[in-house]
Each structure stands twice: as C-alpha cells, then as structure tokens.
C-alpha cells in the first residue's frame, strides 16, 4: 500500500473531527464512516477545469472562469457544518486579513460546499458574513461562494483527493480539514492542513503558484531559503540555502563598506596636485 504524503496527518485530523462532531450531538458516528476519510495529495495534477457550479446569486459558473489567470485558493466545506467548517473559514479568514496580497487582486478564493442539497441563497449569507468581516476593496467579486449537484462536488473532492461521506446516523457530512492552492492553469500547487494557516505559508504558496508573478524582491529571498514540504504542508527553512543567501548578502554588505571607505578616502584627500610647469630662463 503507498502512503501519499500527509496521510498521517489527515488521518489524525480525521478522528479528532469525528470525536469532536460525535460529542456535540450526543452521539458517535458509525464507525465504519472515519476509514473513509482524508486528505490525498495530487500535486501537479490538474482540476476539471469545465467543472459548473452555482455561485451565491445563483448564475451558472465554470471553474475556468474564476480563476482567470490569477492563482486561487479552495476549500471544501458546507454552509450549514456545526463546527469543523466554521472554523476552517475562521482560520482562512484570519491568514487573508494578514496578507499584504489582496482577494480579487493578486488571487482567487473558492469555498465549495460538499452539500448538494445547499442553496445560493446559503451561500449568499455566508458570502455576506465572510466578506464583510475581511473589509477590503474588491473582495466580493474574489471570494466565490459555490453550490452543485452531487455529481460535480463529487468529481471536484475526488480531483483534489478530498475524501468525505455522509452520516446518517447523525445527518452530518465527516471530512478532514485542509485547503489548497491551485494554479491559474487550474494544478494543485499546495496542500495546507487543518484550520490554521500560517500566512507566511500561504503567501509563498501563492507566490509559487502564480509562477512567482506576484510578490516582491523579499519574497523571491525567502523562497530560496523555505522549501514547501508536502508531508506536513507547511514551508521550512532549507539550512544549505539560507547560509548561501546569507553568504552572499555578506559580500555585497562587505563590498558596499569598502567602496564606501575608498570614496570617503578620496574626498578627504582632495583633488590630485597639478605638476608645476618648468620655469624656462
């Protein structure tokens, strides 16, 4: 059996929803519904970009459309979660207000719900509150809010690798916790888990996506020195690289002092003497 990186951790995540969920409806989940759950990576794999859903106003959009040669942000949740969904958007929320970048600007963020029985109008209200609560310019025409029939959700989720199922017992929909980045080409750039999402790791994870066309000069630095690791899903710092960086912005430091020293030595020196012109008798 080959173990896709992150498995571990989905896993992990996986039973602390199931026993959180359980709790808070007074009653476990069938047991054979946890086994089927987690998140499996498909790096470099490309999404259904003709893929058609229904956004909050409730007008018919392809996944193509949205993401309009700006990299994007997923997640799989559903409007109505008790618990688990909510705090992923929290967390998600939390890292965009951070982020210099701007939703609608630089990326595209795309919240799926997993609920074919979910309405625009669900949609709609969560689109209110979320945009609202991130309070920048633009922000509404970024962040789509997405609802579809069982078989769309179904083939996006096993695109991703988003594995979930339905609960009876409960009326609940289980599923790990993560979001991904995706390329404007629609490619799974980046896997990020649980429900918080470190804003430094986002944005370099957006940067990369984008074919770093988006970012700055320090941007570019640190994406030498932090290697995106995709059996944890978080960016750490490469030792072999950071000592080169390091190396190298010594010696420009080192050059500039000595240029600096040799012109301050030649002012403080004044102009050369002029040779004295021989007196000729």
């Not at 609940?172 to 404007?184: D, E, R």
Request: net charge negative.
């Amino acid at each position: 059996m080959r173990v896709r990186p992150g498995s571990h951790l989905s896993s992990a995540i996986t039973a602390l929803t199931a026993l959180t969920v359980g709790s808070a409806h007074g009653q476990a989940l069938d047991s054979t519904v946890g086994d089927q759950i987690g998140i499996d990576q498909r790096l470099g794999e490309r999404i259904p970009l003709d893929l058609a859903f229904r956004d909050e106003t409730g007008a018919v959009v392809r996944l193509d459309e949205i993401l309009d040669k700006r990299p994007a942000i997923l997640s799989l949740v559903y409007y109505e979660c008790p618990m688990l969904c909510t705090q992923v958007l929290n967390g998600l929320l939390r890292s965009l207000r951070v982020l210099s970048m701007d939703v609608g600007g630089e990326f595209e963020v795309i919240t799926v719900s997993i609920d074919p029985g979910e309405t625009p109008a669900l949609a709609a209200a969560k689109k209110k509150e979320y945009v609202g609560r991130y309070g920048r310019d633009d922000a509404a025409g970024g962040w789509h809010f997405l609802t579809g029939t069982r078989e769309r959700i179904e083939e996006l989720a096993e695109a991703v690798g988003f594995r979930y199922e339905y609960d009876p017992e409960t009326d609940l929909y289980v599923h790990a916790s993560g979001i991904m980045v995706l390329t404007p080409g629609g490619e799974l750039a980046r896997y990020f888990y649980g429900v918080e999402y470190a804003p430094k790791d986002l944005r370099l994870g957006l940067i990369e996506a984008a074919e770093e066309r988006i970012g700055n000069a320090v941007d570019q630095i640190l994406l030498l020195c932090y290697q995106y690791d995709p059996t944890t899903g978080k960016y750490g710092l490469v030792i072999l690289n950071s000592l080169r960086v390091a190396g190298a912005a010594t010696v420009a430091i080192l050059a500039a002092l000595v240029i600096g020293w040799i012109r301050r030595e030649r002012r403080q020196a004044g102009p050369p003497a002029a040779n004295p012109i021989p007196h000729r008798n």
